[in-house]
């Protein structure tokens, strides 16, 4: 018991993915064996990510939650209470002899074997996960070792449930191999998209998940440009932006619909909805599909070019970066509070609508006061006075 022990302790720090396919990207490298590649060509496309869910991902980790906001603290407290009942559920009359809701980066070795991802790290890797929570247990039943694998998801996006999750069944080889498991269970937790769901691997499903992940690390490796392959793993790929055929395949009904248009605006736009009416229903229904695909491509240009001009001087000829509006954020709640009392908000619906912002706050005095355009304004000047920090 005391050599697992030692080895789960071991996992308390993060480290980078050393450039070898991680388990979060696994799905993405299964379906486009040349996207890992591609995406290591593109360089650092982290600032796309969502901060909301990063500062959720560090308070369950941490357990320190004073730098979340009330829509965060929500999400903490529900991801909490679900992991905490599945744990109960998993470990059933078995003692839980450790977890780790901060683990260290495990990487798979060219020759089959997994260690602990640290500065020191000098083993070829081929593959490199990440879990949000492990935890171990003893079987009594069994008399073996079993593992117990969470992975938080904060916002509502579609995520594959946890039997048909590549990044978790990536992490459960990982893991089973490093802590010498013979079964475990893994669990996605989202909850806003409703209950968390489960997949349990006795042996044989396990050795399944590690002949499947050295297939799609082989496949990768050998990779080359004509093994591309657009679809929906495209949207959070770092190398959209540049892909010729993620460009193809969003932009095809587009450029069908728009050869030969008129040069007025108003006209274009007219002869665009004429021609959408004559489409035929699969024609239309499979256009309406591609739209996403087409959201996707335009936000991955806008933050390509975006990330240009804070630092291609070629690119700076066309476009420049220029400053925004200072965001302000009230940092002296007590007084704003206080003022707004005074102007007969409900002490009840200020408290309901905090943490407080500016449009909140607006909402609140409008409601009091009957106010209404630059008398509103006004009002919100003198309430917000001193009271609050521009950034």
């Given at each position: ?23 979060s ?135 594959p449930e ?51 992940l ?44 728009t050869?030969?248009?008129p ?29 996403r ?13 975006k ?6 001087v ?12 200072p965001?302000?954020?009230?940092t ?60």
């Amino acid at each position: 018991m005391s050599d697992q022990l030692h080895l789960l302790n071991l996992f308390v720090s993060q480290d980078p993915r050393r450039g070898v396919p991680s388990a979060s990207a696994i799905g993405r490298v299964e379906a486009c064996p040349a996207s890992h590649q591609m995406a290591q060509l593109s360089g650092d496309n982290s600032g796309k990510w969502s901060k909301f869910g990063d500062a959720i991902h560090e308070a369950l980790a941490t357990g320190e939650t004073s730098k979340l906001d009330a829509a965060q603290m929500e999400t903490f407290e529900m991801c909490s209470e679900q992991l905490e009942r599945m744990l109960s559920e998993w470990a059933g009359d078995d003692e839980i002899i450790a977890i780790h809701r901060d683990s260290k980066r495990l990487g798979l070795t060219s020759i089959g074997g997994v260690v602990e991802v640290t500065d020191e790290t000098t083993a070829k890797l081929v593959n490199t996960g990440l879990a949000d929570v492990i935890a171990l247990k003893f079987s009594k039943a069994d008399q073996a070792w079993s593992f117990f694998i969470a992975d938080h998801k904060t916002l509502r996006g579609e995520v594959p449930e946890a039997a048909d999750n590549p990044q978790l069944r990536n992490l459960a080889v990982l893991v089973a191999k490093r802590l010498r498991c013979v079964a475990g269970r893994v669990c996605v937790i989202q909850p806003w998209a409703g209950k968390p769901t489960l997949a349990d691997f006795d042996t044989d499903l396990l050795r399944g998940a590690s002949e499947w992940l050295d297939a799609v690390l082989h496949r990768e490796r050998n990779a080359t440009p004509d093994d591309r392959k657009a679809g929906a793993h495209c949207h959070y790929c770092p190398a959209n932006a540049t892909c010729s055929t993620f460009r193809q395949l969003a932009t095809s009904p587009v450029e069908a619909m728009t050869r030969v248009l008129p040069q007025d605006g108003k006209t274009a736009r007219a002869a665009l909805f004429a021609r959408a009416m004559e489409l035929d229903a699969d024609t239309l229904a499979g256009f309406v599909k591609h739209l996403r695909l087409v959201g996707w491509w335009s936000a991955a240009i806008e933050g390509a070019a975006k990330k240009r001009a804070e630092s291609d001087v070629e690119f700076q000829r066309y476009f420049r970066l220029k400053p925004g509006s200072p965001r302000e954020k009230i940092t002296d709640v007590q007084t704003v509070f206080t003022r707004s009392c005074e102007l007969g908000v409900a002490p009840a619906n200020f408290s309901a609508a905090c943490s407080i912002t500016k449009a909140g706050l607006k909402g609140l005095i409008a409601g009091a006061t009957g106010l209404k355009g630059k008398a509103l304004e006004a009002k919100m000047a003198e309430v917000l006075q001193g009271a609050t920090e521009s950034k």
